[in-house]
C-alpha cells in the first residue's frame, strides 16, 4: 500500500509534560537556547520510535508552542512589531505568542469545536509571504538521521488564510492565496529536493460551510500545487467533520491522496468517481475521545470502501494531539479501563486494522467486548420528570432591582473571573495531602489560610466582588470530576490546551450524580471573612462535558442534563448558606457549536437549555454570572443572551473590543480589559482606554470591569499590579462619567 497504517499527527508535550517543563525552565531563564532545543529533540526522537510500526509516520507535528505560529513564521508572517524588539529568532516566536516589550501578543482563539487555541495569523495587504525558514525540511533529516521515513505535515495554505484576521477593515486575507501559493511551492520543492516521498496539507477549514468563493480558492491551491512539476506526493486531510462539497473539489484536483474524518462524520459519501483514482485514508480510529474502537465495525466500515477509491488505508480520524499519551501508566477501575485507549493504544489499534485490511480479517485479542456504561434509575428519573417551567427565570429586570437593593453595586463594578494564582504552596499542600504526607484537615487548614490572604487582598486592592480564589481546586473541570459520580480522573492523562498549558480531561464514563454539595465550605468561609459579596464560583455542564472525555453511548443532550441537575443542587444549598452572587462559568460553549450550520440549532438547544436547567433554581435576588473566553463570539451571542444570565464576562482585551461593536446585549456585561494569558501588566490608562470603548457600546450600570479569564495561570508579581491599574480606572471613569 502506498500509505498503509498511518496517524494524522500526535500529542507533542511528551509522555510526562517533558516540553512545558523545559519551555517554562527557557522563559524563566533556568535553561538556555542550547538545553530547550536538545530536550525538544529528545521528544521528537521517542515519538518517531513510537509511531515507527506504522507505515508512514508523520513529522513536523512539533511544535514549541502552536503549529500554526509555525507557520506563519515557516513563512514570513510574524507581525513587525514582534520583529522590531531585535530578539533572537526563537524569542521573537514567543514574543509573538505571549507578548513582550509593549509588543501585544498575538489573538488566541479555539481551534474549530475543540479545547485547543491557536494564535491568530495577522495579515494585512502589505504582508509579503517567503519561505523564511527550514522547521519541516530539518525535521525530515532529524528523523531520517535515525533511520525513520517520514511524512511532513503541513497546516494548508486555504485554511492558514481562513483562520487569520486583517489588519485593516475590510481586508481578505484569502486574498493573499497566490503570494501564499508561491511559498509552499518553493517549501514542496526543497523537500522534493531532499528525497522526501509524501508530505501531508491539513485542511480542517473544509469540515465547516463555505461560500463558493472559498471552496474556488481550495480548488485552485490544489490545482497550483498539484501541478508542480517536481513536488512530493500530496495527502490532503479535512478532519473534524464531513468535507462535504469540498471532497469532490479535492477529489477532481491532482492530489494522490485525500484523508477523512469517519468519526465526527460517519455517514459521509465517498461516493466520488475521481476518488477511484487516489488513495483513501480513512479516519476510522477516533482522534478526540479516549473510548476503544470497535474493530469489527471499523473494519467492516473499511472494506466497505474498498470499491470507492483506488486504495483504501487506515488512520486515526483527526491528529492524536487531543488524547492523553498511554493509557498504562494509569490505575483506574477495571471495568473504566477496559473501555479507554490513549494515543499509544489508538496507534496499536490502527496496526491491527491496518494489518486486518490487508489480511482480511481480525487476530483473535482483538475480538473484545466491553462492560457497559454505568446506570442511575434515580438520575433517570428526575430528567424524566422535567418540565419547561424547571428552566425559566423571572425577568430580568425584577431581578436586576432586586440584585441591585440587595447588593447595592456601583456602577463599572469591579470582580475578577475566579481563580487567583495558585502558588508553589498550594501545589505543594496538594502533593502532599496526595501521598499521605499531610491529613485532610491540615490540608483544609492550608487552604482556608490562603483563602483568608486572598480575601484580604482583594479587599485592600479595592474590588467590588470578591472570589475566595479556588487554591483548593486543580483544575476548573476535574474539581468538579472528583465530586460526581459518574467521572473517572486520570494521573497523567494531560493533553494541551495552548502554549505550555496542559489539562486533564475527566471520563465520564456513567451516569452523573452528586453526592453531597462541592464547593458550599469554601464559599461560605470566604463569605465570612468579608462583608462585601463573595462569589459562589461553579463551572457549567457544557464546559464541563466539553472539557471531559464523555461516553458516546447516549446523546450528548443527556449527558448535559445529569449534570445540569447536578449543578442545580449545588446552588440551592450555596444560596441556603447566604451567598448571593453565584458564577456558572460556560466558555466551553462556543467551543462545541457543530461546524455545519444545519447541525447547530439543535446544539444551541440542548446546551441554552442545559445552564437555564442549572441556574433557573436560582431566587430572584442572587445574582447569577457566567464568564465565557477565547471564542468568536458573535456566531452565538444569541445563544449567549439566551441563557438568561444576569452578567456575562467575556474576552475582550486582545482583540480590544471587537466584540462589543454593534453589539445589543440586554443584561450585564464584562468585557475584559486584562489579558491574562500575557505576562504583560497593563497600565491604568491601558485599561482606561479599553472602558472608554466599553461605554460607547454598554451603559455604564450594566458594565462590568474584569479580567479576561481567571489568574491562576499568572503569579502575583503580575497580578496584584494589574488588578489596582484595572480598580484605579474603573474608579476615574467613574468620576469623569459622573
Keep these: 500500500m502506498t500509505i498503509g497504517s498511518t496517524v494524522f499527527g500526535y500529542p507533542r508535550i511528551g509522555p510526562k509534560r517533558e516540553l512545558k517543563r523545559a519551555v517554562e525552565q527557557y522563559w524563566a531563564g533556568t535553561i538556555d537556547e542550547a538545553a530547550l532545543r536538545e530536550a525538544a529533540g529528545d521528544l521528537r526522537a521517542r515519538t518517531w520510535a513510537e509511531l515507527s510500526e506504522l507505515d508512514s509516520v508523520p513529522s513536523n507535528t512539533f511544535s514549541f508552542y502552536d503549529h500554526v505560529l509555525d507557520t506563519s513564521a515557516l513563512f514570513g508572517a510574524i507581525p513587525q512589531r514582534f520583529r522590531d524588539l531585535g530578539l533572537s529568532e526563537l524569542d521573537t516566536y514567543f514574543a509573538a505568542a505571549r507578548g513582550r516589550g509593549g509588543a501585544a501578543a498575538l489573538e488566541l482563539t479555539k481551534w474549530f469545536d475543540t479545547n485547543y487555541h491557536y494564535l491568530v495569523p495577522e495579515l494585512g495587504p502589505g504582508t509579503e509571504f517567503r519561505l523564511a525558514g527550514d522547521k519541516p525540511v530539518a ?140 488513495v483513501l485514508v480513512a479516519g476510522l480510529v477516533d482522534g478526540r ?108 429586570e425584577e431581578r436586576a432591582a ?15 473571573i475566579g481563580s487567583f494564582p495558585q502558588t508553589g ?50 483544575d476548573m473541570v476535574q474539581y468538579f470530576a472528583e465530586h460526581l459520580e459518574g467521572f473517572a480522573c486520570t494521573e497523567f492523562g494531560w493533553v494541551q490546551s495552548y502554549g505550555s498549558r496542559c489539562v486533564r480531561p475527566p471520563v465520564v464514563h456513567g451516569d452523573v450524580s452528586r453526592p453531597e454539595p462541592m464547593t458550599v ?79 447547530q440549532p439543535a446544539y444551541l438547544e440542548w446546551s441554552v437549555g442545559a445552564f437555564r436547567l442549572a441556574t433557573a433554581g436560582a431566587t430572584t435576588g442572587t445574582q447569577v454570572h457566567t464568564h465565557l473566553c477565547y471564542s468568536e463570539f458573535g456566531e452565538v451571542i444569541g445563544a449567549i443572551s439566551d441563557l438568561d444570565a444576569d452578567v456575562t464576562t467575556i474576552e475582550a482585551a486582545r482583540s480590544k473590543m471587537e466584540i462589543l461593536e454593534g453589539l445589543e446585549f440586554p443584561r450585564g456585561i464584562g468585557p475584559g480589559v486584562y489579558d491574562i494569558h500575557s505576562p504583560l501588566v497593563p497600565g491604568e490608562d491601558d485599561v482606561v482606554a479599553l472602558i472608554t470603548e466599553a461605554v460607547r457600546a454598554v451603559p455604564g450600570e450594566r458594565l462590568w470591569i474584569n479580567p479576561d479569564c481567571g489568574l491562576k495561570t499568572r503569579g502575583y508579581a503580575e497580578v496584584e499590579p494589574a488588578l489596582r491599574n484595572m480598580v484605579a480606572a474603573a474608579s476615574r471613569m467613574r468620576s469623569e462619567l459622573g
Design 521 to 599: 465550605p469554601w464559599s461560605t468561609y470566604a463569605q465570612s471573612l468579608t462583608t462585601k459579596p463573595v462569589k459562589g464560583m461553579l463551572t457549567g455542564p457544557v464546559t464541563i462535558l466539553a472539557w471531559s472525555f464523555v461516553r458516546d453511548d447516549q446523546p450528548l443532550a443527556d449527558t448535559a442534563a445529569q449534570v445540569a441537575l447536578a449543578l442545580r443542587d449545588e446552588i440551592r444549598d450555596l444560596e441556603a448558606a447566604g451567598i448571593r452572587v453565584i458564577q456558572v462559568d460556560e466558555p466551553a460553549l462556543r467551543e462545541l457549536l457543530p461546524l455545519r450550520g444545519k447541525d
Design 425 to 474: 504552596d498550594i501545589r505543594r499542600a496538594r502533593a502532599a495531602v496526595r501521598r499521605g504526607e499531610i491529613g485532610e484537615a491540615e490540608y483544609a487548614a492550608r487552604m482556608r489560610d490562603e483563602i483568608a490572604r486572598v480575601i484580604d487582598l482583594q479587599e485592600d486592592i479595592g474590588l467590588d466582588v470578591l472570589v475566595h480564589g479556588e487554591p483548593e481546586r486543580n
Design 289 to 396: 475521545n479516549v473510548w476503544r474502537t470497535d474493530l469489527r465495525a471499523a473494519l467492516a466500515k473499511a472494506a466497505s470502501l474498498l470499491g470507492s477509491a483506488g486504495e483504501v488505508v487506515v488512520s486515526s480520524s483527526s491528529t492524536l494531539l487531543h488524547v492523553p499519551y498511554d493509557l498504562e501508566a494509569e490505575n483506574l477501575e477495571p471495568d473504566v479501563r477496559a473501555r479507554l485507549a490513549f494515543a499509544r493504544q489508538k496507534v496499536r489499534e490502527i496496526v491491527v486494522l491496518g494489518k486486518a485490511l490487508r489480511d482480511g480479517e481480525l487476530p483473535g485479542d482483538a475480538r473484545h467486548e466491553t462492560p457497559r456504561p454505568r446506570r442511575d434509575d434515580h438520575v433517570r428519573a428526575r430528567i424524566a420528570s422535567l418540565r419547561p417551567e424547571h428552566r425559566v427565570r423571572a425577568p430580568y
Design 402 to 416: 432586586a440584585q441591585q437593593a440587595r447588593l447595592g453595586l456601583p456602577p463599572l463594578a469591579t470582580t475578577t
Design 139 to 278: 525535521e525530515y533529516r532529524e528523523a531520517r538521521e535515525l533511520g525513520i521515513t517520514t511524512r511532513p505535515v503541513l497546516l494548508g495554505p486555504v485554511t492558514y488564510l481562513l483562520l487569520a484576521k486583517g489588519t485593516t477593515p475590510g481586508f481578505d486575507p484569502i486574498t493573499l492565496l497566490d503570494s501564499l501559493l508561491e511559498a509552499y511551492a518553493a517549501l514542496l520543492g526543497r523537500l522534493h529536493a531532499e528525497g522526501v516521498e509524501w508530505v501531508q496539507l491539513d485542511e480542517p477549514a473544509f469540515t465547516a460551510d463555505r461560500t463558493s468563493a472559498e471552496l474556488g480558492a481550495l480548488r485552485r491551491a490544489y490545482r497550483v500545487l498539484g501541478g508542480l512539476p517536481g513536488r512530493p506526493k500530496l495527502l490532503v486531510t479535512g478532519y473534524y467533520g464531513d468535507l462535504g462539497e469540498a471532497l469532490p473539489v479535492l477529489a477532481e484536483s491532482p492530489v494522490e491522496a485525500i484523508g477523512i474524518d469517519l468519526v465526527s462524520a460517519p455517514d459521509t459519501s465517498v461516493a466520488v468517481p475521481a476518488l477511484r483514482d487516489k
